[in-house]
């Protein structure tokens, strides 16, 4: 039979560009005394804050469903991609699929295809599958079936050990999703380099050799790790500033969206416990521990990038937990997991359902209840808005936010006035921050 190519991308130019870069605008010197050194030119020149918070991830309600599925070998990375969600092992690929884990076979006719794929070390979402970096060759998974990608001769021989994809048409408005490209960050035995479509950059930073431990570029700037030491790369000035901040060893990076534009929140996950960087650039340190208590170490990330959530597995001594992560706050504990394993990858699903891999076993969490504005989100304007805007009382304008259309119109709106504090109006029951935030992520399906 033969198997269609899938190409992950026509590297048509191999661009090298080395980016000079120096020590940064502020050192933040740990040797007392005098001010803030040299280099404060340019407009942006303020330090850099972290603010530290402690405290336990916020318990969810009711621990969600769940059941498990078994397959070869130990899990070393995960993925999605629409209704694709993927497990790589020591051994090979696996399809996780609502009711089974089944291994994806290698097909193709190159002469010198593998017939295994060999030790995965990273997956990441790619045009509208999965590109899986293995020991034996760089592979596409889609349609249940892995054939070699097209970037293999390029890619592979760099050594490859980590992506991260971010999948965004860089050029267009946002209405238009049209020509959504995949923009991959790769970390490589020789260091770190982009893809872009048509294009490999390798990045340099003054001082760092080797492979970062985690990097995530966005269209502008470019975020690399090398243990606790990162960096804000302005990719279009070639200058990387070194984040003096007691931040932890940082081993991911990742955003609560699959497009992660510019002035989206940023996530960490570190030895110490969640980093947060907000738009603004500040960023904040949940320790995930009580105060004096050393920080808890944040394993993994998993996005639902159709619900724009973002998760993580926790590793609390003893009490591993998976939890759902909430702009400029505490993360939310989704469920508690067996003490006795460690959560090797994490993934969501088409579902939003979430999947949690350790040694030979797949867990999924039925998570995915679809958020739709007749189930989830009229009831709670219903609750805290319908009470004076249904009938204009009070003084207030009529606004039907039961009404679907209407809600499209006016939602706009209704978020900055939630957003500011404004509404509802002081003395009345406030809008609980999960419920605008169920709206906040309602809004980016806009599901009836
Ligand atoms: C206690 C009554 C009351 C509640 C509850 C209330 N509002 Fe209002 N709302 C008002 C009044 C009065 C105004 C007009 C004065 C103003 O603009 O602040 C108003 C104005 C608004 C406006 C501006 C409308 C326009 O056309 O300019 C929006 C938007 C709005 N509210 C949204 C909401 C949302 C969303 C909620 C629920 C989270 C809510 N309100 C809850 C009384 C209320």
Sequence with gaps: MHARARTVAILAVLVVLAAACGPGKSGASTAGAGGDGAGGDGAGGEARSLTIVHGAPVAAGSVP?????????????????????????????????????????????????????????????YDDGIVVAAENGLFFAKNGVLTRSGGHDVLHPLGLRGMTARIADEDADEDDKGSEET?????????????????????????????????????????????????????????????????????????????CAPGTSLYFATDRGLVERSPAGEYTRYTLAAEGQPGVRVATFALDGKKSRLYAVTEAEGAPALV???????????????????????????????WVFTGGTAKRFATGKPLGFASDIAPIFG????????????????????????????????????????MPPPNNPPMPKEQAQLFVDWLATKAP
Aim: hydrophobic residues 45%.
């Design 324 to 354: 759902r992560i909430m702009a400029g706050a505490l993360p939310e504990e989704v469920t508690p997991l067996d003490p006795s394993t460690m959560a090797n990858a994490s993934a969501a699903d088409g579902e939003g359902n979430m």
């Design 65 to 125: 469903e769940h059941m498990s599925f078994a397959f070869n070998g130990y899990a070393s990375a995960a993925g999605m991609r629409g209704n694709l969600t993927v497990v790589g092992t020591g051994i090979g690929v696996y399809e996780a699929a609502i009711d089974a884990v089944t291994a994806l076979p290698i097909v193709g006719s190159e002469p010198d295809l593998a017939s295994e794929t060999g030790h995965v070390y990273a997956l990441a979402a």
């Design 383 to 422: 609750e805290y808005c319908s009470t004076c805007h249904g009938e204009g009382i009070k003084g207030a304008p009529t606004i039907d936010y039961s009404d679907y259309d209407v809600m499209l119109s006016k939602a706009n709106i209704a978020l900055k006035r939630i957003t500011d504090g404004s």
């Design 183 to 259: 923009h991959l960050t790769l970390r490589t035995v020789n260091g770190l380099y982009e893809l872009e479509p048509g294009e490999l950059r390798a990045w340099t930073i003054a001082d760092e050799s080797g492979m970062p431990s985690a990097a995530f570029a966005q269209r502008d700037v470019l975020f690399a790790a090398w243990g606790s030491r990162l960096y804000e790369v302005d990719k279009a000035a070639g200058l990387a500033e070194l984040i003096a901040l007691e931040l932890g060893d940082i081993h991911e990076i990742a955003c609560a969206t699959q497009a």
